[in-house]
Nanobody, 115 residues
Framework: QVQLVESGGGLVQPGGSLRLSCAASGRIFSINAMGWYRQAPGKQRELVAVISSGGSTTYAESVKGRFTISGDNAKKTLYLQMNSLEREDTAAYYC?????????WGQGTQVTVSS
């Protein structure tokens, strides 16, 4: 199994920045890709950004140029740097680890963009 613990959410003003972290533990060697997803109230969970084990990245169109996904293998931690935050970015953000047989999820961290 893989355990994921997110941190770094909070309240930020429009135009501000936050960095989310996701600490991974367990069978990390089985992970093929990791990513960030978000879910706003009344909406479906959506992909924000994904990074493969080879380092290739994919972003949702709505966050391109503003968000950056990265990983620190030594710290076993995934990051999401979020800049120029907009009210529409308000959501619960979830860390995901994709293995061959199963997807693992963290408990989520809330990001609220409001003045």
């Amino acid at each position: 199994q893989v355990q994921l613990v997110e941190s770094g959410g909070g309240l930020v003003q429009p135009g501000g920045s936050l960095r989310l972290s996701c600490a991974a533990s367990g069978r990390i060697f089985s992970i093929n890709a990791m990513g960030w997803y978000r879910q706003a109230p009344g909406k479906q969970r959506e992909l924000v950004a994904v990074i493969s084990s080879g380092g290739s990245t994919t972003y949702a169109e709505s966050v391109k140029g503003r968000f950056t996904i990265s990983g620190d293998n030594a710290k076993k931690t995934l990051y999401l740097q979020m800049n120029s935050l907009e009210r529409e970015d308000t959501a619960a953000y979830y860390c995901n680890a994709a293995t061959k047989g199963f997807d693992y999820w963290g408990q989520g961290t809330q990001v609220t963009v409001s003045s």
